[in-house]
């Protein structure tokens, strides 16, 4: 995971190393139009790309399923035949659809931490910490009228990231493959690889005449973006550089052996034969009433996308034998940390605390 502030300070040697013919600038800038300026955060956290100068963006098919699934109905059923504008003016709103573009990132490590005493721990340190997180905000956000302000903690609690975003609430459905490519292979496909799945879909984004976020309206016009990508016909050749540049989920690297054996025989089974009883039931309904197998669509395939992802995490982490992977690491640290007052009793701490 590389932090888009320190790609010229951390990465930027090694990725020009390795083919990349764009400057740290020129992916990451905080005050000038680059790479960032054509991702979004799709929806509830999905990745989508500007394509066009007219904010067209592609995003996944599973990402856009919900949006679709609302615009559908048994006489327009979107879902199963697909869907694709002709003209701007057969584009569809998707109520309640919005796309957040990070305008700037800073690290306010300092600002949040910087008046926490080391000393405090638990609940003490969460409501300090708690209370900078919301000064640094609200500071943001008065010097950057009109955007929204996140904080976000990272490596564990060690580092605070601001993230300033503009957000566009007019999104529109452009174009959609129809299940059978969109969702080719369903979920026995889902997570595996390689994956032959049409996974796509398209969405433009409008703002109001003065390219700013609106609120739907008919007058609004297509976002003039301030950078899309060129969508190459050619196809990439052995040994081009690749990379990707999104949002993914979080990491749990470092979490005790007691936390994976957690996971792999309680957590993990639990959270597998509930879905598997909620989805026989949406299942059985939707195949009796095709009104009920559009509405329960997208709720359907999210239940399904982590029943088959829990399913592969316990397969992988029981193959791979982790939880005894993860304990012979603890007693190298243990061993190791011994003859170190600061260590010598972090993991005992740490797991009275799982406890």
Not at 47 to 69: A, K, M, R
Not at 86 to 92: F, N, T
Not at 259 to 264: H, R, S
Request: charged fraction near 25%; hydrophobic fraction near 35%.
């Amino acid at each position: 995971m590389w932090m888009l502030p320190y790609l010229q300070k951390m990465n930027s040697k090694d990725m020009k190393a390795r083919g990349c013919k764009l400057s740290a600038e020129e992916i990451y800038s905080m005050n000038n139009s680059s790479l960032k300026d054509a991702i979004v955060i799709f929806g509830g956290g999905c990745t989508g790309e500007i394509v066009s100068p007219d904010g067209l963006l592609f995003t996944n098919h599973h990402c856009g399923y919900g949006s679709i699934q609302s615009l559908s109905s048994v006489e327009h059923d979107y879902l199963k035949n697909g869907f694709w504008a002709m003209s701007r003016a057969e584009e569809l709103p998707a109520p309640g659809l919005k796309v957040r573009f990070i305008r700037r990132i800073v690290d306010v490590t300092p600002d949040v931490l910087g008046a926490v005493p080391d000393i405090a721990g638990g609940g003490e340190r969460e409501e300090l910490v708690a209370g900078q997180v919301k000064a640094v905000s609200e500071r943001l956000a008065g010097e950057n009228p009109g955007m929204d302000v996140e904080i976000k903690s990272f490596f564990g609690g060690n580092q605070y990231f601001a993230f300033v975003i503009e957000v566009f609430r007019d999104v529109r459905l452009v174009g959609a493959p129809p299940t059978s490519i969109g969702k080719f292979g369903g979920d026995t496909d889902n997570w595996a690889w390689p994956r032959h799945t049409g996974d796509f879909s398209m969405f433009r984004i409008y703002a109001d005449k003065d390219n700013r976020p609106a609120a739907y309206s008919p007058d609004n016009v297509p976002y003039r973006s301030k950078k899309h990508f060129k969508i190459s016909t050619e196809g990439i050749q052995e040994g081009d550089f690749t990379m990707i540049y999104g949002f993914p989920g979080n990491t749990q690297e470092y979490i005790l052996s007691d936390a994976v054996d957690y996971i792999v025989h309680r957590s993990d089974p639990m959270k597998i034969r509930i879905r598997t009883e909620r989805l026989d039931r949406i299942n059985a309904a939707q195949e009796k009433d095709p009104a009920m197998r559009i509405m329960y669509a997208a709720i359907n395939a999210g239940i399904s996308n982590a029943w088959k992802k829990w399913q592969g995490e316990a397969l992988g982490l029981t193959r791979l034998n982790t939880v005894a992977s993860k304990q012979e690491y603890e007693q190298a640290f243990q061993a190791w940390a011994q003859d170190k007052p600061e260590y010598r009793d972090v993991l005992k701490e740490l797991k009275a605390e799982y406890a």
